[in-house]
């Protein structure tokens, strides 16, 4: 099968295609033919080697979408034909912390697929049924990809983690991504206002489209005094934090005393020095977010195929151009998903 292959760890092009064997399943596995893959700034990071738990040669790729074409023995419930999207992550259902609802948090199994396990740039990946969920008939392979990264984790990040309400004024940092557009539909599908932050116009009317009620283009990340004075002096109550370090200290500044900042993005993979007394006057809440569990990747499916979220996908690309799709990635030329497509013969 053809795959993209991540031999050394560095720049975009090292990613190159190769042809590899087909994998296997095994016990509670299944083969998939992939018919989609999401290229996420995560598979970037990881990438250039700043995920520990990767080793080379990798094949990256987790937001991957496919036909079941073999099933693994004893693993029941699963049938060729069935139509799959994978996790980002795995967790074992069983330990307190899945039992409490915290999967992201499991440690007894927290593989990630283009991680420990291999992802979805290739024609064929072996995935653990516990880190699959269903796509609904109709929904679009390159659509379906994208949804568990993107809107799955907007879910997670708005509902589960950052608890937002009906009429709260909610910031968005790197909202012309994918999880950012999906963070803004969210936002609204629930009530809120949003004010999302991007650093290009070129990326306005996407955001726009999506519906945000106020967008800042701040090209030198500087947005904190523009999000007060469009809010009259008060701050936000919510900040969806995509970016990171980058835009840490700015989204600080920005928000409303009692506000919760839910931290789901570190692109840069940098530090921020952050001052208590700003946390202990305004009694702020700072929450990660961490990947999708099922029960809200089926949530982010169902909120997808009733038409309620739009995934933004800009552009399907063949595998063969996965190192491109990285570079362009990198170089904030992409508003919305970039979705790679292997050849299905």
Known sequence: MEAVVLRQFGDAGNLRLENVPVPSPGRGE???RVHACGVCYHDVINRRGNLPRTHVPAILGHEAAGEVV????D??????????ATLQR?????CALCRAGRNSLCKRDNRFFGEELQGGYAQFMVAPVAGLGRVPEGLPWAEAATVCCTTGTAVHTLRTRARIQAGETVLIT??????????????????ARVIAITSGEAKVQALREAGADE???????????EVRKRTQGNGVDVAIEIVGSATFDQTMKAMAPGGRVAVVGNLESGVVNL??????VKELEILGAYATTRDELDEALRLTAAGKIRPFVSETVP???ASRAHFRLENREVAGRLVLVPPQA
């Open 70 to 73: 073999d099933v693994g023995p």
């Open 75 to 84: 693993t029941p419930g699963w049938k060729v034909g069935d139509r799959a």
């Open 90 to 94: 795995l967790s074992c259902g069983e």
């Open 30 to 32: 299944v083969l998939l």
């Open 215 to 225: 967008v800042i283009v701040s090209r030198g990340l500087d947005f904190a005094s």
């Open 174 to 191: 790197g909202a012309s991504g994918g999880v950012g557009l999906s963070s803004v539909q969210l936002a609204k599908v629930d009530g």
């Open 319 to 321: 595998l063969a151009d």
């Open 275 to 280: 001052n208590p007394g700003l946390v202990i």
